[in-house]
């Protein structure tokens, strides 16, 4: 009985242990960017385009080479046809059986410039794709910054909930032992305004604690994160000190989505040589290995090999070439409207996000001075109140002075470090180190 009790401590203990070491792991921002990296649907979803676009171009390389097809038929007929001129000596034309097989080999020499324009649109297309990876890439790393910010700050805010309440509590421990001193309408209705306040500190604890199970939630839908994964603070990121011009110039050099539309502009071009191409005269080399039987024989039984050259040349199609190229040329010119919009909207972009890293930069150095205010504050106004100088409504505005400065720096913190991510997204460079030196070291 003793071993049995025993062995049941021990089990209890290490499974305690594992639990403690697994608490202790502490996930970073660069664990979550990898991990959904890895698992993100979004990120999946852009690689198999570029496998496709990769399929395409090899797909295209095919119609450079040569075909070689192989042909065979047999026939049965009802009955015998025989060659009823004398100089045929009464053989057969048609047989009542026929075997035909055939090695028929095509080269193209000349498609109208469509089969090259064709390979070049797959190399493009390809390329298109490598930058909607990238494009993909950085919106799931934005989302996940997004998302861990967000746990961060549900984390602090239940510390300063918990803060909060214990301060409130000590309140309330002082304005009951002068309520029971003195027992007076106002030291009680003192009393019943900090209980109520004490209330209102647990809701606001609860809360932020349901808040952590959503922002986690959230956090591993992008990551795939374990739900009690414990994160550290990152390091706050590289802040670009280009001007703005400069920043405008670095996101039109960088952003995969205007070289992805630039590339869409040459794709374009290369379809109307495509569609023009199918109307001009096609010249193929063809060469091929024929052979016939049949039963009974015929003169035509025999192997035989043909060689030559075949010309295709379009003399009316209604009309066809110049509608499919008016088309064409309109896909061009539609193409190069979206990049001159998409131009001007990375510019908007780029100016949004350096707005709003300097409102925020500005908002966090107002508020760690009004931090500073509220903590001196409201230890001066909780020591006068425990000596009786102060009314309990001073201390209760001290209290809720210092909880909203809390969490304004907490937020101002929180969000600067994000809006310097969302700055680098708009520059086309987030998640590439070398691109974001070299943004931090372009001012003018």
Do not use: C
Request: charged residues 20%; neutral net charge.
């Amino acid at each position: 009985m003793n071993k049995l009790r025993i062995t049941i401590i021990i089990a209890i203990l290490l499974s305690y242990s594992v639990t403690s070491y697994a608490a202790d792991t502490v996930y970073t921002i660069e664990d979550a960017y990898q991990a959904a990296l890895h698992t993100n649907e979004l990120v999946k979803i852009a690689e198999e385009g570029l496998l496709q676009s990769e399929s395409r171009v090899d797909q295209a390389w095919t119609y450079l080479y040569p075909r070689l097809v192989a042909q065979s038929a047999y026939t049965v007929y009802n009955d015998t046809l025989p060659e009823t001129l004398p100089a045929t000596g009464g053989a057969y034309f048609q047989p009542t059986e026929q075997f035909r097989a055939a090695l028929i080999l095509t080269q193209p020499l000349y498609t109208g410039g469509r089969t090259f324009a064709a390979l070049r649109a797959a190399n493009k297309m390809k390329d298109a794709s490598t930058s909607g990876l990238s494009i993909a890439k950085q919106d799931v790393l934005l989302r996940v910054s997004e998302a861990y910010y967000g746990v961060l700050k549900a984390q602090r805010s239940v510390i300063i909930s918990q803060q909060s309440l214990e301060r409130m509590d000590r309140s309330r421990k002082v304005t009951e032992r002068v309520a029971a001193t003195r027992g007076t309408k106002a030291n009680h209705s003192a009393l019943l305004r900090v209980n109520m306040l004490v209330s209102q500190a647990k809701i606001n604890l609860i809360r932020a604690q349901d808040g952590i199970r959503v922002t986690k939630d959230k956090l591993s839908l992008f990551t795939k994160l374990p739900p009690d994964a414990v994160l550290g603070d990152p390091r706050p990121p590289d802040q670009q000190t280009a001007s703005l011009d400069d920043l405008k110039a670095l996101a039109l050099k960088n952003r995969d989505d205007f070289a992805a539309s630039n590339q869409n502009k040459s794709i374009a071009a290369e379809y109307v040589t495509i569609v023009k191409g199918a109307h001009y005269p096609q010249l193929y080399a063809e060469a091929g290995l024929q052979y016939l039987s049949s039963q009974p024989n015929t003169p035509m039984d025999a192997t035989t090999y043909y060689g030559g050259l075949r010309l295709q040349i379009p003399l009316f199609e209604g009309g066809l070439m110049k509608a499919e190229v008016s088309e064409a040329r309109s896909k061009v010119r539609q193409a190069e409207f979206s990049s001159d919009f998409l131009r001007k909207s990375i510019e908007s972009d780029v100016l949004e996000a350096y707005m709003g890293l300097q409102t925020v930069s500005s908002v966090l150095e107002a508020a760690q001075l009004q931090m500073e205010y509220a903590r001196d504050n409201f230890t001066a106004v909780e020591g006068l109140y425990s000596e009786g100088l102060v009314s309990s409504l001073s201390l209760i505005d001290a209290e809720q002075a210092l909880s909203m400065s809390e969490r304004e720096l907490m937020n101002a913190t929180y969000d600067q470090q994000l809006a310097i991510l969302k700055l680098q997204k708009s520059t086309g460079t987030l998640g590439k180190p070398e691109l974001t030196n070299e943004g931090s070291h372009a001012s003018s």
